[in-house]
């Protein structure tokens, strides 16, 4: 039984009511309806919200897939057979055998053109990196004061030769009044000492103008080689005397012109052996790459000794530089040319392996099989080498992909980027 709870407001008690349990229920059953159907209505809410947007979405969607085109089904894809590889056939011609090295290009004749008076420069005749020509003129020095020296020889030999005249007719003379016995001997041999003075001063005078027109002549300052002039030194107006260490400018023969390279010492002896019997060893100089050939020409001459430090002897080549496309301290590549291997059978380095039993190439047969076939490697140009033993001509190497071949493994062949002897593109 329920309790119900009475205030009396006369007294301010509160008396308790009795009441019966099931109206309490009824109560509390119609609280709890009162609240449930302001729940119940937001739920349904977000369900219209989320089916909205579910279709909303499948309709794009469809709408999207409607303008894609229609794939094609996949074909089939052709399940490999073997281990996929890239082959060159070995192939039967002439080899060059090159001799590489580092050098750099050197000026065939160097000349610090200096002046041999000393006076003012009054004029330049040349452009700074102009070509010139052996006997241009390039300077001038003020040449007054050798012009006066030559005028002061010329005057003091004039004199001489009349005082000369004048001794010998006086010995004449005396001579002849020597034959009558009319003067002394003594005054004859007198007068024959003055004309040997007289002479001797003629020919001092002589070289004392030599001199003079030596001197003139240095006033007007020469090419002593063709070549090419660098920049100038020395400015017009400046005093310039022959003890000077810069000089007026330079000049370096540029054709032909030089290059000085290295090669180690184990290479030595075949090269004399061809300097010695007359041989011309043709000479290439590449660009710092080694791509392009910048010009030709050939071996002059090997140095004297052995650089012990680095184990290398330094040779000396001409070439002609006709274009001028070499220039003094560039860096190149040499390649010499030492000898070419006639009928020699060659394959490319990328197909020659190394193993513990010595080189070896992977040789493909008719049924696409690989076999293992030592090799005799002899010399290397590029990527190009020699075989001298163990391989024939048009026989099939692999030259990429043997990573996984094994002696009998099955291969496929692949074409490659490569032409058909597997040489890649070089200089």
Request: hydrophobic content about 45%.
């Amino acid at each position: 039984m329920g309790v119900i709870v009475r205030k009396d407001m006369k007294m301010n008690v509160h008396t308790p009511i009795p009441v019966e349990p099931k109206a309490v229920e009824l109560r509390q059953a119609r609280e709890h309806n009162a609240q449930r159907p302001r729940a119940r209505s937001q739920w349904w809410l977000w369900l219209l919200v989320l089916a909205v947007l579910g279709c909303g979405g499948y309709w794009l969607l469809e709408k999207s897939w409607e303008r894609l085109p229609l794939a094609a089904e996949p074909a089939a894809r052709p399940v490999p057979q073997g281990v996929p590889v890239i082959v060159a056939a070995a192939r039967q011609g002439d080899m060059p055998v090159y001799l590489t090295g580092l050098g750099s290009v050197t000026a065939f004749n160097t000349v610090t053109v200096k002046s041999r008076v000393d006076g003012q420069l009054i004029k330049i005749a040349f452009r700074e990196g102009q070509f010139v020509g052996q006997g241009d003129l390039l300077a001038e020095i003020d040449p007054r004061p050798f012009e006066v020296q030559l005028e002061q020889a010329q005057g003091q030999m004039a004199r001489d030769v009349a005082l000369l005249k004048d001794a010998k007719i006086n010995l004449a003379r005396n001579q002849q009044l020597l034959a009558k016995q009319l003067i002394a001997k003594q005054q004859v041999d007198d007068l024959a000492a003055a004309v040997g003075q007289y002479e001797g001063a003629i020919k001092v005078d002589q070289g004392l103008i030599d001199n003079a027109r030596l001197q003139l002549t240095y006033c007007h300052i020469t090419a002593p080689i063709s070549g090419r002039v660098g920049l100038r030194l020395v400015d017009v107006g400046n005093m310039v005397h022959a003890t000077d260490q810069t000089g007026l400018l330079v000049i370096t023969q540029v054709q032909p012109i030089a290059v000085l390279f290295t090669i180690p010492e184990d290479n030595l002896p075949p090269i004399l052996k061809k300097l010695q019997a007359d041989e011309r060893l043709p000479v290439e100089a590449y660009d710092r790459a080694g791509q392009t050939k910048i010009a030709t020409g050939s071996l002059l001459t090997v140095d004297n000794q052995i650089d012990q430090s680095t184990g290398t002897t330094r040779l000396k080549a001409v070439l002609e530089n006709q274009d001028n496309a070499l220039f003094p301290n560039q860096f190149v590549n040499v390649r010499l040319l030492l000898d070419v291997r006639k009928g020699a059978v060659i394959a490319p380095v990328a197909a020659i392996q190394r193993g513990p039993q010595g080189t070896f190439v992977y040789v493909v047969k008719i049924d696409k099989t690989v076999e293992v076939r030592q090799i005799t490697v002899g010399p290397t140009a590029g990527t190009d080498a020699v075989i001298e033993a163990g391989l024939s001509p048009a026989e099939m190497v692999v030259v990429d992909g043997v990573d996984k071949l094994r002696a009998g493994s099955t291969v496929q062949i692949k074409t490659a980027d490569t032409d058909t002897s597997g040489r890649r593109p070089s200089a």
